[in-house]
């Protein structure tokens, strides 16, 4: 598209958004409105199915790993940690809680007597 193509069209864009205004806007408050009446429905009907859901989300949030195992039986904060392997605090919490997984190979390089998940 030319630049002369492209004025061409976002004018008529911007002419046809100044006539259509108010029914575009309220197609867009109409969809989510229609979007949130429809979620509404799907938590009332799903209640049990999703309380579960999150319920064992939380559950495997806290479980401990061998990375929180490690830090505990050293006496290493997780800030600490996190400083040791240049990991936001936030990275370290995840990984001692089980949220996510460390690369091991990483945390080894800084602590070669980390023993890691098998």
Not at 1 to 12: F, L
Not at 58 to 68: D, I, L, V, Y
Not at 94 to 101: D, Y
Request: with cysteine.
């Amino acid at each position: 598209m030319t630049e002369e193509q492209r004025r061409i069209h976002n004018a008529y864009n911007r002419a046809y958004y100044a006539q259509h205004r108010d029914r575009i806007l309220q197609n867009k408050r109409n969809n989510r409105e229609a979007r949130n009446a429809y979620m509404r429905k799907y938590r009332a009907a799903n209640y049990e199915k999703l309380s579960a859901y999150y319920s064992d989300r939380r559950r495997k949030k806290s479980r401990g790993t061998a990375f929180g195992a490690f830090l505990r039986e050293n006496g290493i904060t997780q800030t600490a940690a996190a400083k040791m392997l240049g990991v936001s605090v936030s990275t370290a919490n995840c990984w001692a809680n089980g949220i996510t997984t460390a690369n091991e190979d990483k945390i080894r390089a800084v602590w070669p007597e980390y023993g890691g998940e098998t």
